[in-house]
Each structure stands twice: as C-alpha cells, then as structure tokens.
Nanobody, 124 residues
C-alpha cells in the first residue's frame, strides 16, 4: 500500500504562483509514475501532468504546459507541481496520484493511489 499526502494549496491572485507538494510513503518501490489531476467545480477530474517516479520524462496538459512544471525529489519521496502565471480557470481541487507499471497514464482510472486533494483558488 502507498499513502500520498498533498500540501501547498491556497488562495492566490491571478498572475501569481503556487507550488504543490505530494509526499509518498509505504511501498513506494512499486511505483512507476506519479501524476497531478484537478477537479474544477462542476467538472470531471482532469489530467494536469505526470512524471516518472524515477525522474525525467514529464507530460503536461496543453492547457498548462507553458505555465506549470512537474518535478520529483526521490530522496524526499516527493513530487512537486510548480504553477506560475495562474488564472481563475486553474481554480480546482488538485489531487496527487500514483501508479504501478501498466495501464492508462492520462486517465484517472489508470492510477492506483490517490491523495486527499488540496484546494487551489485563483482570484481575478
């Protein structure tokens, strides 16, 4: 079993920045890929980006690729989502997710483990 704990959410003005963290514990040696999803009010849970647990290859959704960055610090068992130049459309609950090898990499159903979510609100 793997546990994920997110932190770093909050309120920010449009144009501002936030950094989310997600720390994994438990059987982390089984992990292959980590991701961030978000759920805006009244919408489905959408893919934001993912990264290999070992580091390196990342993928970001087109809507955030020029503003968000994903990174991993294996020594801390933590991934980060750096969000810059934020806008009100980024307002959502942000979820950290983790998966073992295999299965979808961009859909929520492909991920085995989930954090509790952290609220991000961007004011105009």
């Amino acid at each position: 079993q793997v546990e994920l704990v997110e932190s770093g959410g909050g309120l920010v003005q449009a144009g501002g920045s936030l950094r989310l963290s997600c720390t994994a514990s438990g059987r982390t040696f089984t992990l292959y890929r980590m991701a961030w999803f978000r759920r805006a009010p009244g919408k489905d849970r959408d893919f934001v980006g993912n990264i290999l647990w070992s580091g390196g290859a990342t993928t970001l959704a087109d809507s955030v690729s020029d503003r968000f960055t994903i990174s991993v610090d294996n020594s801390k068992r933590t991934i980060y989502l750096q969000m810059d130049n934020m806008n009100p459309e980024d307002t959502a609950i942000y979820y950290c997710a983790a998966k073992t090898y295999g299965g979808p990499t961009y859909a929520p159903e492909g991920y085995n483990y989930w954090g509790q979510g952290t609220q991000v609100t961007v004011s105009s």
